[in-house]
């Protein structure tokens, strides 16, 4: 039997046993594998929503009115993917995290404990954006190796638009 990680488990746990049992060419093991990278990504998504937010509220200086329009394009943008993110683990049958303290756990993103500078703020989002990247790219290759199209879709979508907000915050630090 395949091993199972302690995020497969918890899911695999709360699975819902009621009504018909789910056959869509995936395994209860790779929908359980998926979701659970998936949770990751919405994780690392919220986090950067929410730390996107929170510059866009809080820059100054002289950019101030470049960077609140783009952070607020880009939080607009990412709380979008939330919703698809999180619709595409219930239609694994898995549930989604919901809470802070759940995606506090999964993120790989540190969140900062003050109110940066400007200049600070583009950098953390650089991190930020990296990371959802890097992220985005693990669950892809497990979604591929499960043949679960549907995910692979949404992530190389969710890739690009990360890499790109990268190498666009990137640019205002050259």
Do not use: C
Request: no cysteine; net charge negative.
């Amino acid at each position: 039997m395949a091993k199972v990680n302690k995020l497969e488990s918890s899911l695999l746990a709360q699975a819902s046993t009621k009504g018909l049992p789910i056959d869509i060419g995936l395994t209860e093991k790779e929908r359980a594998t998926v979701a659970a990278e998936l949770s990751k990504m919405l994780a690392d998504s919220y986090t950067l929503y929410l730390m996107t937010h929170n510059f866009h509220w809080n820059v100054t200086g002289p950019l101030f009115n470049t960077l609140h329009l783009m952070f607020m394009d880009q939080y607009t943008e990412e709380w979008q993917a939330l919703d698809s993110i999180a619709e595409r683990i219930r239609a694994l049958g898995l549930y989604a995290p919901g809470t802070y303290a759940q995606y506090a756990k999964l993120s790989s993103i540190s969140e900062p404990t003050d109110v940066p500078v400007a200049e600070k703020m583009i950098e953390l989002l650089v991190k930020g954006n990296e990371a959802v990247a890097r992220t985005a790219r693990a669950a892809l290759k497990k979604a591929d190796d499960a043949g679960d199209e549907p995910t692979v879709d949404l992530l190389t979508q969710r890739l690009d638009i990360h890499e790109k907000n990268a190498w666009m915050l990137r640019s205002l630090l050259q």
